[in-house]
């Protein structure tokens, strides 16, 4: 199993910029898929970006492409997302979440972290 700490969210001025990390524990880490999500207020949850065990592909959602980052060292054991440009709406709690490549869905999600972004 896996266990997911995420840290680095805050409160930030619309156009800003904001890097979440999540610590992954076990041997295996670098195995997984890594992925981010969020869910704001009354809504569901919903992706935001995703990463390969190797760093090598990664995947955004379109309300995150062109702005967010998502890295990784597994070296440290660790998933980053670097969030630029910052809007409103990108305000929620943010996850992060592991995967095992052999299954269709992620298995694993940390406690997440708030974001706030204002306008």
């Known amino acids: 199993q896996v266990q997911l700490v995420e840290s680095g969210g805050g409160l930030v001025q619309a156009g800003g910029s904001l890097r979440l990390s999540c610590a992954a524990s076990?041997?295996?880490?670098?195995?997984?898929?890594m992925g981010w999500f969020r869910q704001a207020p009354g809504r569901e949850r919903e992706f935001v970006a995703q990463?390969?065990?190797?760093?090598?592909?990664?995947y955004y959602a379109d309300s995150a492409k062109g702005r967010f980052t998502i890295s990784r060292d597994n070296a440290k054991n660790t998933v980053y997302l670097q969030m630029n440009s910052l809007k409103p709406e990108d305000t929620a709690v943010y996850y992060c979440?592991?995967?095992?490549?052999?299954?269709?869905?992620?298995?694993?999600w940390g406690q997440g972290t708030q974001v706030t972004v204002s306008s």
């Open positions: 990463i390969n065990w190797s760093g090598s592909n990664t």
């Open positions: 979440a592991a995967r095992n490549p052999s299954f269709a869905q992620y298995g694993y």
């Open positions: 076990g041997r295996t880490f670098s195995s997984y898929t």
